[in-house]
């Protein structure tokens, strides 16, 4: 069974923002992911930008 679970590490432990219910134990696979305040939003379209009287 694969469950995923967010989370957030922080000073050499994981909080996990819900508990999973069916799961004492288990082997896991933790990923990093980049931090939000890196990861760039790029938007390729723009409200209004097809607009126009043709």
Same mark, same amino acid.
């Given at each position: 069974? #694969? $469950?995923?679970?967010?989370? +957030?590490? $922080?000073?050499?432990?994981?909080? =996990? +923002?819900? #508990?999973? =219910?069916?799961? #004492?134990? !288990? %082997? +896991?696979?933790? *990923?990093? #992911?980049?931090?939000? *305040? &890196? %990861?760039? @939003? &790029? @938007? /390729? /379209? @723009?409200?209004? /930008?097809? !607009?126009?009287?043709?």
């Amino acid at each position: 069974m #694969l $469950k995923s679970v967010e989370g +957030v590490y $922080k000073h050499g432990k994981i909080e =996990l +923002v819900e #508990l999973p =219910l069916d799961v #004492l134990e !288990s %082997r +896991v696979i933790v *990923t990093f #992911l980049e931090p939000e *305040t &890196t %990861r760039k @939003q &790029t @938007q /390729m /379209m @723009q409200f209004g /930008m097809f !607009s126009g009287k043709n």
